[in-house]
């Protein structure tokens, strides 16, 4: 394969800026860890942020850090874990799912805008970030947002360029809002018998005033846990007393949906990484992998007819609002899917595919034909030459 | 003063014909053309400002305002979008060849489902209004502007405005499911849902704080929280900015976050506590309003601790609620600081830019030699925990060259908010008053490349025109 990895972000814009006069695509990425993600780009060229490294800016009691974006993520994270502090959005470690080698880059993760189980609680991955310098498909470096935690200044191209997928724009820095990690997290686990008994367990969770900041359905069960069957999970971080406080009540709350155990400390936090990262999702290496999204009370319905068109594996996440779905890469069962999305108003991708599947169809909704417009109009803006990952998120 | 675009001399001309057209769209008393009637829209929270527009329509549904926008695209009419106009930049301020479109009519709830955590609301429900619609059973909906008597969730959309307690719980942009939009050309988008982060581009998060540029909004699907156990505040007073600055500094740096985390100079707190009567320590040179949520023992517990913290930097004088009331008391202050200066001086502009948090003793301090320098007061209240300052400026709206005085003073500060790191705006947008700064903050091409991205979705800049970008440089604007 035909990399360039530039070390500065003038260089990288320079790569851009050919590739723009000679319309040649590139396929852009960080160490291409996510490459099996969405659809195949076409491309001869990659080009690559992982030489853009470190973090140039770290000021923990103003809630901010800021790296260029092939720093990966576990050194902002150790980082941050100097000074107690964390990822607001908790975002997955997809190395196994992926079946990469190398860690993920902070540019990869925002441009795919990934958020784990805190999402539910504290925002997603875009809610984050602070503020962007990047390389638009001319090779013109701009910014957006800055570092502060509140600006409305202008048009907020950052959220526009996180889960863009580079389609937008190559991500040369991004500026995010941390937050100190909790002293204590604490789990309770509730036996259900289905579905549908395990989201109104954790709609009940989510629902009290004791600021639940996870909240996942595992199928069959975990052996953490020691219960097998579907299990339904809520997790709360603060200070000690508060979370031994808080699950007692949560406990209280939550006992007619069904039998309750609570963990703490290590084993609580090894569960929510799993959950995080999709493990307990059990997706074999040939399977397809696919995440709806859909409002938490029509999660039972939608699995159930997954399960019926192709016998999906399942997990659920933010309160059953994100379903994760494994099943064979083929169209029928990706067509499900998608029937599933449509009914429950609510939305898919197909999160990883070989590109058989991934090249024939649609990986993400169709936008509406209005909207549809107004993307290409977007997008020749940014990228009038068309040359920043072509075929990544649609055809 | 701002200039304004120069009005379409053909659009004035067309008046009356306009109306008569807008009439047919729309029922006779949705359309405004006297004015006697346009003149409480003429201006919006920024009233140094103030222009009668062509017409007012208010319509009450989405396809009404779809046509409307789509008769003015087809025209080439300028169109202002209003929520209750309690924009303090002047984003709502009409312009002579527009048609102000006001929501206040869309005032319906449409759903509330506490399972799911969501209501969908039309644009002109006020802020406070879907609180009071899901706090019975325990929810609110977190954001909580000073003004969300009377601002609508539409208004907050397109500010992306924030409140006192963003800190933990976010902004607009950060509490938003889905919006139902309406394009200039008339067509109507469903954007996002009723769940949690739409696949493809974030349109939703493009959309929210754009100030009205790229389309309207006439419903939106904000996310509903359950209640904390109950909230208490404490305030603490230190004899200089810079220590209070560091106690802020020691208290996040603990792990804590408050849900909000206020600070005031000593002119607020003067002119606070002869308004409200809060029993604020006026020896002080600044005070601190922390609060936090939780079950009584748990507040006992984190306001033990930031007593703690505060202690360390021997405070003036420190103040524990013991009750629900002795909380609300120490808010009355705070909540009434903007009419409390109001007392002092009928006129004061409210800036809003934001800072490092670490530059906040350089700034105030920066803030002080200027108000020397032109000679008019200031006030300060700030959101430390996030940096948002608004400095009160005081002048005198009779007196032309005190209110010149007053926005050379404004630009000077937001300029000052720039150079340390921050930037113009921390939640009351750009609108027309910080139009011309714009290009403190951003390079031209960076403005340019906003400036297409606003094309895309209004390729005529019909929508809110002269608002946001600085004249020179908009594509199809005669300044
Ligand atoms: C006393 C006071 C205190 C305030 N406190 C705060 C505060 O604590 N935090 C804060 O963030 N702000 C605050 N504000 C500012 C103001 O209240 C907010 O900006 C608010 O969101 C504006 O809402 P509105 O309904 O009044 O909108 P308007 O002022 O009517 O409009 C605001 C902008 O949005 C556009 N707009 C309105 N509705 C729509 C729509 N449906 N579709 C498209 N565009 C639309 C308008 O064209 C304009 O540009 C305060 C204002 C006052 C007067």
Known sequence: MNISAPDTEEALAGEVARAHAAREPLAIEGRGTKRAMLRPVQAARTLSTRNLTGITLYRPTELMIRARAGTSIPEIEAALAENNQQFVAEPPDLRVLFGADEAA????????????????????????????????????????????LKNVTGLDLCKLLSGAHGTLGVLTEVTLKVLPAAEATGTLAIRVPDVATGVAALSAALGSPYGVSGAALLMEGHDALGMDGPVAIAR???????????????????????????????????????????????????????????????????????????GAKLMLDWGGGLIWVAGPAREQAHGAVMQAAAAAGGTFTLFRAPASLAASVPVLPEEPLPLAAIARRVKATLDPGGVLNPGRMRV | MISLPAPKPEVLARRDAILADLARLLPADAVIGETLRLRPYETDGLSAYRQIPLAVVLPRTTQEVASVLRYCNANGIRVVPRGAGTSLSGGALPLADAVVIGLMRMNRIREINLEDRYAIVEAGVTNIGITKAVEGDGFFYAPDPSS??????????????????????????????????????????????????????????????????????????????RGPEGARAMLA??????????????????????????????????????????????DAEAMLIIEVEGSIAEQDMLLDRIRGICARFKPTSMKVAESAEQSAAIWKGRKGAFGAVGRISPDYLCMDGTIPTGELPHVLKRIGEMSVQ????????????????????????????????????????????????????????????????????????????????????DPEWLLNTAKVFPLAGNPKIAA
Request: hydrophobic share 45%; proline share 3%.
């Open chain 1, 105 to 148: 880059t902070l540019g990869g993760v925002v441009s795919a805008n990934l958020s784990g189980p805190r999402r539910i609680m504290w925002g997603a991955m875009r809610d984050h970030v602070l503020g962007i310098r990047a390389v638009t498909g001319e090779g013109a470096i701009f910014r957006s947002g800055g570092r502060v």
């Open chain 1, 236 to 310: 709360i971080e603060d200070f000690a007393e508060s979370v031994a406080y808080r699950l007692g009540r949560l406990r209280a709350d939550l006992a007619a949906h069904g039998e309750i155990s609570q963990m703490d400390g290590a084993p609580a936090r090894s569960i929510w990484r799993a959950v995080r990262d999709a493990e307990p999702l059990g997706a074999a290496p040939e399977d397809a992998i696919w995440r709806l999204s859909v409002a938490p009370s029509e999660a039972a319905r939608a699995t159930e007819s997954l399960r019926l068109a192709f």
């Open chain 2, 148 to 225: 969300q008597l009377a601002c609508m969730i539409g208004g907050n959309v397109m500010m992306n405005s924030g409140g006192a307690h963003c800190l933990k719980y976010g902004v607009t942009a950060n509490n938003l499911l889905g919006l139902t939009f309406v394009t200039i050309e008339g067509e109507i988008i469903e954007i996002g849902g009723r769940h949690l982060d739409s696949a493809g581009y974030d349109w939703l998060g493009l959309i929210t704080g754009s100030e009205g540029q790229l389309g309207m909004v006439t419903e939106v699907t904000v996310r509903i929280l």
């Open chain 2, 237 to 282: 007073a230190f004899d200089s900015v810079e220590v209070a600055g560091a106690a802020v500094d020691a208290i996040i740096g603990s792990g804590i976050i408050p849900v909000a985390l206020e600070f005031m100079d000593k002119p607020c707190i003067h002119a606070c506590e002869a308004f409200a009567h809060a029993g604020y320590p006026l």
């Open chain 2, 374 to 457: 032109y000679g008019l007061a200031v006030a300060n209240v700030f959101h430390a925990g996030d940096g948002n300052l608004h400095p009160l400026i005081m002048f005198d709206a009779n007196d032309a060259e005190s209110f010149h005085k007053a926005e050379a003073f404004g630009a000077d500060i937001l300029t000052l908010c720039v150079e340390v790191g921050g930037c113009l705006t921390g939640e009351h947008g750009v609108g027309v008053e910080k139009r011309d700064l714009m290009t403190k903050q951003f390079t031209a091409p960076e403005l340019d490349l906003q400036r297409a991205v606003k094309s895309a979705f």
